[in-house]
């Protein structure tokens, strides 16, 4: 079988991997990711059977899932990005916040369906994704029919997209409308900050990082919210 996660000379993958089996271990790392498929609720520090569940894909060190944790301690969250070091100062900013109801994953969007068992997510978000502009790189974009399809048994309440990038919007639209027997589009929008005199200060957790740049030059943010169909 072809390796999926390979060992990496990046420093922050041998932090990353010092980390596992900690008893109060955090920060998930490439196949450990696939390990707790159906039972991640019980390795929270604060752990649970109920309380929604959360997840941000492609989270950065995780400025909007952190604070989202802060301000709702009942609630549960997962930030998972691709990046050793930004996942590394995630895991450092739990530590020092003392958050219980976050934790972090190094790994591939793409296999979400290995990471979650069907109904596990309560809330999907998939903000400013990498866009791939150029055409011969726009098969690497995340957001395509098949993903769309194998994930949908995951996601028990809503699944919430932002991006700045109109043609990607376009193409997220068509691969919804091609979906239609599986997902509702239940509110989308051109430009959701038109009409948002003080758009430029809104702040993380309202906007995201990349957001907050995108608004500053003045780019319109597209948004596209789905429901799963039963
Ligand atoms: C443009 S940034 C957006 C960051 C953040 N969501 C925001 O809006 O500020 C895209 C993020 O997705 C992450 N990413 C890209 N490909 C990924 C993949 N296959 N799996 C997980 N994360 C990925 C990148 O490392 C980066 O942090």
Not at 72 to 94: A, M, N, S
Not at 169 to 179: H, L, P, S, Y
Request: glycine residues 4%; proline residues 7%; hydrophobic residues 35%.
């Amino acid at each position: 079988m072809q390796e999926i996660y390979a060992p990496s000379r990046n420093p922050y993958y041998n932090r990353l991997i010092a980390l596992r089996g900690n008893k109060d271990q955090i920060a998930y790392c490439d196949h450990e990711t696939e390990a707790y498929r159906g039972s991640w609720r019980s390795k929270f520090l604060a752990p649970t059977t109920k309380e929604k569940l959360h997840v941000e894909l492609g989270c950065n060190a995780g400025h909007v899932v952190l604070d989202w944790a802060k301000q709702r301690p009942t609630e549960r969250f997962v930030g998972i990005d691709w990046k050793f070091k930004q996942v590394y100062r995630l895991h450092e900013k739990i530590i020092e916040n003392q958050v219980q109801n976050l934790l972090t994953f190094r790994a591939n969007q793409e296999r979400l369906p290995e990471m979650f068992s069907p109904q596990e997510i309560d809330h999907l978000y998939l903000f400013c994704p990498d866009p791939w502009p150029k055409r011969v790189h726009n098969k690497n974009r995340i957001f395509q029919e098949p993903w769309l399809r194998k994930i949908h048994p995951l996601v028990k309440t809503e699944f919430y997209i932002k991006t700045d990038h109109r043609e990607y919007f376009d193409q997220m639209r068509a691969v919804t409308g091609a979906c239609a027997d599986l997902w509702e589009v239940i509110d989308e929008s051109f430009d959701l900050h038109a009409g948002n005199p003080d758009a430029k200060k809104l702040r993380i957790p309202d906007v995201t990082l990349f957001e907050r740049m995108f608004i500053r030059d003045g780019l319109p943010i597209h948004m596209l919210r789905l429901r799963p169909k039963p």
